[in-house]
């Protein structure tokens, strides 16, 4: 058979599968690795233009599903769009001008991908695939979140990770191109944004609230003045002496004060057409979650303002958070300062996390969702609230709340249709986690009222995964039904602030039995939680290690060989729902609730959200490379954390003896500095805030240390230390803080005195290192034709012949194949294509492919990530120590292989290499593997480092184990 035959054939067999699938509308896809990211959504449903069809991004599952709404109260499914990792935002391109109308398009945001989807709405196909790399293949793109049009020709994507804006324009045939200029956004996770009037409108998420640890400059002649409006003072003097007593003791005491000086940027303000800068909004709130436009220039934005200033549980009378709805009116000279509206006194019931937001045509009537409601309606045993809380609040157009109903877990996007008038007449809502759909008639604002629950796609979490998620969101699980877990953990990470609430009435409780003093804690990140147990500095929750940081502690509070991680975390979530979660004061403690235990949320309820917490994973490194090799000056950074080859008379690192970050996951119980539980440095790319207290984030703090890095500060402590590095951009009242900044400035006082080595090495290798995925996860090609991109291509086909990632090529609505790497050949509605062919065929059916690189199908949401460290683990020099060349075997510690995994070399499978699992050396010790290498790798004088990981079959990939090679 010659080509052209087999092609025409292929061509039959695929009509006839098309045919199939769009009667069906739900296509059967191939399988692939779910893993758990709980990726920020904004604006993830939308309407087309003529408000009869309604696209929802199903976040878990990768695909955007398209419903007929023409009837709102019988909404249908019309079929679904596969699309990147992770979908978290949607807009639909609006018409064109002059009579000439424009494609309908829509843009779809995908979180993990680094990607934006355009999808035709009449194809309900991909189009295109919009991202951008660096000479190495690392995204340009990190993490999209939101997207809105400012007209035909031009939409704006907010990305999380760089803190920028991208301007994404279109020519005259409909194709979509990221513009060169990006609008950098002086604060932290840009996500919600919106245009009206020609000008852009764009909220940081995590917007700060001027709140501080009290610590100041050397000869700062002010001392702690609680109450002054403007600045509340100096309690702590960052010299050697305190920096030296922290290290050794991180238990300092202390509270949290407002400081007027920190930036409090909120949102801001770009004309649309030139890009210029209009204007910056402060004191909006805290986290800032959805942004909407009215009429007349008026803004709105859903947000928490958090009370994190008020210091001890009776202060705050169980509201962590105030739940209020900003209104602002702009020009086009700039904008009005905000209008606050505090939604629970408006309700007179709990509004708790305002969340999406939409304003009818007319701008009379807004629509709001509630994503701390889980629609579900306590038992009286619960003593608390005996409603279901409010998932959807109407307003007026100056903020005031008209009416609310119950909708279904966790609601979060929201779109209003208005009618011919203008006037707003359903609301549809996104229930994020339990994957519904809401269709509210808001016709009567003062009685809305849901009409229609339905499906809303796809959703491959586990049940119990799910349920937990919800109990973590719901703020039904707070005794004053304002706020949850997530309200402080936001997408599993941190909120960015500290907190005193280790204490009742405040910091003057202390000190503790023990010698220990109240004082506040930064918020710590969910993500990664697995293995790296206690989950607090001072080990006072899920601790299983008899504790010596606080004296008297009560540790182990569960039993590893009994209770397993899970009922570890089970203690946690018991801690906290009788805790921060529960209303008390000095003289009335915590009720029991419905568990018989103190606090909210059922017995089973419990267990479920300490499987989430197990279960939530950190997003891939933002710059893993796509051959996972780490950067010459990521290996840098392995080279001074783990080991002392720069110092061979050295007996410590930052990782062992006097370090407390130690391998596989660079956390430590009781660790050797003070005897406090050092949590992991994974993810210290996405926070800004760091250590126990933050006690280096103030601004007269960061401003010292900027200071040293310029060479202007005082003699102490800049010249007693190794010192930020010179030149570098450590603090900038202009930009903010920065999680490089921080961490570099941060870096000098601490590590780089302790044990010699430079910050930028760190650095690299925080973002790089391996959090269980490859650098390609996520990663999309678009191929139009069979000369697009091959190298890339090959890449992505070679990393799934490695077993790295499971790769898929979509073809719009025609189907979607598989790569069979034992085969080298794809799968899908035709068997045992070539690439070529592929390509072949969506040129015939003027398509694109798209590949997309996820995870290997054995990776799901519990499942966790492969661990390998030094056996036994303090013996020196630490790691392997092997020779250039030779045959070598050697042994280490592991957690979580199983047979059949195959070992990593700088990224790369070894061929020649083998992993055999051992039994423990003795009852109680860890588990072993016995690591044979045919040719150990390169050696150079006088002494190589290699990076070593393991990979279980279509499974998660390890940590990485550094090993010496002598030449």
């Not at 920096?243 to 303000?269: C, E, K, T, Y």
């Not at 779109?415 to 339990?434: C, E, I």
């Not at 210290?684 to 703090?701: A, C, K, P, T």
Request: hydrophobic share 40%.
């Amino acid at each position: 058979m010659t080509r052209s035959q087999r092609l025409r054939m292929l061509l039959l067999a695929t009509a006839s599968a098309s045919l199939l699938v769009a009667s069906s509308c739900d296509p059967k896809s191939p399988p692939t690795g779910s893993p758990l990211f709980t990726s920020p959504q904004t604006n993830p449903i939308a309407l087309g233009r003529d408000g009869q069809r309604l696209y929802v991004a199903n976040t878990t599952a990768g695909v955007v599903t398209a419903f007929d709404v023409s009837n709102p109260a019988a909404p249908v499914k019309a079929g679904e769009i596969r699309v990147g990792l992770d979908p978290v935002g949607l807009a639909v391109r609006p018409p064109g001008r002059d009579d000439v109308d424009a494609t309908e398009l829509l843009l779809v945001t995908n979180h993990i991908s680094d990607s934006v989807s355009v999808v035709d709405t009449a194809t309900l196909s991909v189009v295109q695939t919009l991202q951008e790399l660096d000479a190495d293949g690392v995204s340009l793109t990190n993490e999209p979140v939101g997207v809105t049009f400012a007209g035909p020709d031009r939409a704006f994507v907010t990305l999380d990770d760089p803190n920028e804006v991208l301007v994404v324009d279109f020519d005259a045939q409909d194709r979509a191109s990221i513009a060169p200029t990006r609008l950098r956004i002086t604060n932290q996770a840009p996500r919600a944004l919106a245009v009206a009037d020609g000008r852009l409108y764009v909220a940081s998420f995590e917007s700060f609230n001027q709140t501080e640890l009290p610590t100041c400059a050397p000869g700062d002649p002010r001392g702690l003045s609680p109450g002054d409006p403007f600045d509340e003072g100096c309690e702590f003097t960052l010299d050697n002496a305190f920096i030296g007593s922290f290290a050794g003791n991180p238990n300092v005491g202390g509270r949290v004060i407002l400081d007027r000086d920190q930036p409090d940027r909120d949102l801001f303000v770009f004309d649309a057409a030139t890009l210029a800068p209009i204007d910056v909004v402060e004191s909006v709130g805290t986290l800032l979650y959805g942004v909407a436009t009215g009429s007349g220039g008026r803004v709105y934005v859903t947000h928490t303002e958090a009370r994190n200033a008020r210091n001890g549980l009776a202060e705050l009378q169980n509201r962590m958070f105030e739940n209020r709805l900003a209104r602002i009116d702009c020009g086009p000279g700039g904008c009005g300062a905000p209008v606050q509206i505090d939604l629970d006194a408006s309700a007179g019931e709990p509004v708790a996390t305002p969340y999406g937001v939409a304003v009818s045509e007319d701008g009379a009537l807004l629509v709001a969702t509630a994503s701390g409601s889980d629609g579900a309606t306590p038992g009286a045993s619960d003593g608390g609230v005996t409603a279901p809380l409010a998932g959807l609040v109407t307003l007026d157009a100056d903020g005031a709340v008209l009416g609310t109903v119950a909708v279904g877990a966790i609601p979060q996007g929201v779109a209003l249709r208005s009618d011919a008038a203008g006037q707003g007449t359903h609301a549809f809502v996104l229930n994020t986690v339990d994957s519904t759909l809401s269709v509210v008639d808001v016709s009567d604002p003062a009685q809305p009222s849901v009409v229609a629950t339905l499906a809303a796609g796809p959703d491959p979490t586990p049940d119990d995964v799910r349920r937990g998620r919800i109990a973590f969101s719901t703020a039904r699980a707070s005794t004053s039904g304002t706020f949850s877990c997530e309200s402080c953990h936001p997408g599993g990470n941190t909120d960015q602030l500290i907190w005193t609430i280790n204490t009742i009435e405040g910091p003057d409780d202390g000190p503790f039995p023990g010698g220990v003093a109240p004082e506040p804690r930064t918020t710590m990140p969910v993500r990664g939680l697995r293995d790296t147990l206690p989950v607090h500095w001072d080990g006072s929750l899920a601790d299983p290690f008899e504790g010596v940081f606080v004296p008297g502690d009560s540790a182990p509070d569960c039993d590893l060989e009994v209770d397993g991680q899970q009922g570890c975390m089970r203690h946690l979530v018991d801690a906290s729902l009788g805790g921060v979660m529960c209303a008390q004061d000095f003289s009335s403690a915590c009720v029991d609730g419905p568990s018989g235990l103190p606090g909210l949320l059922e017995d089973a309820e419990r267990d479920d959200m300490a499987a989430f917490l197990l279960a939530v994973s950190f997003p891939p490194s933002p710059e893993r490379r796509p051959d996972d090799a780490l950067t010459p000056l990521g290996m840098q950074g392995v080279s001074d954390f783990f080991t002392f080859l720069d110092d061979p008379g050295s007996t410590g690192t930052c990782a062992n003896t006097g370090g407390c970050h130690a391998l596989p996951l660079t956390v430590d119980t009781n660790s050797g500095v003070g005897g406090f539980d050092a949590p992991s440095i994974r993810g210290l790319w996405d926070r800004s805030l760091i250590f126990s207290n933050g006690l280096m984030n103030s601004e007269e703090g960061l401003a010292l240390l900027q200071d040293c890095a310029d060479g202007v500060g005082p003699l102490d402590p800049c010249e007693a230390t190794i010192l930020p590095p010179s030149g570098e951009q450590v603090w900038d009242p202009a930009i903010g803080m920065t999680e490089r900044g921080t961490l570099m400035g941060s870096f000098s006082p601490f590590f780089s005195n302790l044990y010699g080595v430079p910050a930028q090495g760190i650095w690299a290798l925080v973002n790089e290192m391996s959090v269980g995925y490859p650098g390609l996860l996520g990663r999309q090609l678009e191929l139009a034709t069979a000369d697009d991109d091959t190298a890339a291509a090959n890449a992505l086909e070679d990393a799934a012949v490695q077993g790295k990632i499971e790769l898929l090529a979509s073809l719009g609505q025609t189907g979607t194949w598989s790569f069979d790497p034992a085969r080298g050949l794809w799968d899908g509605p035709t068997l045992g294509l070539t690439r070529s062919e592929l390509v072949s065929l969506a040129q015939s059916t003027q398509q694109v492919i798209t590949l997309t690189a996820h995870a290997p199908i054995a990776v799901e949401a519990d499942t966790p990530q492969p661990l390998l460290w030094p056996d036994p683990p303090g013996s020196f020099p630490l790691i392997p120590v092997l020779n250039a060349g030779a045959a070598e075997t050697f042994t280490v510690a592991q957690k979580y292989l199983t047979d059949g995994a195959v070992l990593l070399v700088n990224g790369s499978v070894c061929g020649g290499c083998s992993i055999t699992l051992l039994p423990p050396a003795a009852p109680g010790e860890p588990e072993l593997a016995e690591i044979f290498m045919d040719a150990a790798p390169p050696g150079a004088p006088p002494v190589a480092l290699h990076v070593i990981q393991a990979q279980n079959p279509a499974g998660r990939v390890s940590n990485e184990l550094p090993i010496a090679v002598l030449p």
